[in-house]
């Protein structure tokens, strides 16, 4: 596609449901990075895919968290038992490779808010 | 670890004003440093960037010096516009590792 996209833009849950977040990468992207952005706070650092892989999971906040990336393109970022602490702005970003110039692309984000 | 550290916001400033931002950070090896922006509304986009020492990345009026001697990577702007407000971000890719860590921001508002 034309840019990172992800889905849904907005959700709403109750505490305890689990949620699923989308994130499509720009075609041909090797690397996908996952990060949380709470209400005025920076870029925090979740899960990093290296095609199908992720060699970084350290971000993870908690086992309730979970990512997996399927054909080097579409991930899913799962929260389980989701509670109020989770609510936050989910960012994906995808990068040609990973390398040490390259860019990364985000998308515009899913809000999720836990109620 | 890795980590990056950049000044607090918001900061407010009048149009054509000097703009710096101060970003540091603490890193192994020799890593890349990025400037992301979050404009009103928008996902975050690369402003500008540096791979090595002395490097100077710029764009749109913006510039960072990779300044390894002092681990900083301030971003400054000679004259800053209303259409420059936005959330700055300082951000360091670590060789290796591939993982981009960024700061935790710097909301600049800038007023007519």
């Known amino acids: 596609g034309a840019g990172v996209s992800q889905s849904p833009s907005n959700k709403v849950t109750e505490k305890g449901k689990d949620v699923e977040l989308r994130c499509d990468p720009i075609s041909g992207h090797t690397a996908l990075y996952w990060y949380r952005q709470s209400l005025g706070q920076g870029l925090e650092f979740l899960i990093y895919f290296q095609g199908n892989s992720a060699p970084d999971k350290s971000g993870l906040p908690s086992d309730r968290f979970s990512a997996e990336r399927t054909g080097g393109s579409v991930s899913t970022l799962t929260i389980q038992r989701t509670q109020q602490e989770d609510s936050a702005v989910y960012l994906c970003a995808s990068s040609l490779f990973g390398g040490r110039a390259t860019e990364a692309f985000f998308g515009q984000g899913t809000r999720l808010t836990v109620v | 670890g890795n980590s990056v550290t950049q000044m607090e916001g918001p900061v407010t400033l009048s149009e054509e004003a000097f703009l710096t931002i101060n970003c540091t950070y603490t890193?192994?090896?020799?890593?890349?440093l990025f400037w992301y922006v979050q404009y009103p509304g928008e996902g975050l986009q690369l402003l500008l960037k540096a791979t090595k020492a002395d490097d100077k990345g710029s764009n749109k009026g913006f510039e960072a010096t990779y300044r390894k001697e002092t681990t900083s990577f301030h971003l400054e702007k000679g004259s800053v516009q209303v259409s420059d407000s936005a959330v700055y971000f300082c951000?360091?890719?670590?060789?290796?590792?591939?993982?981009?860590?960024f700061g935790a921001g710097t909301r600049l508002a800038v007023h007519p």
């Open positions: 951000a360091l890719l670590s060789g290796g590792y591939n993982k981009l860590i």
């Open positions: 890193a192994t090896g020799y890593p890349s």
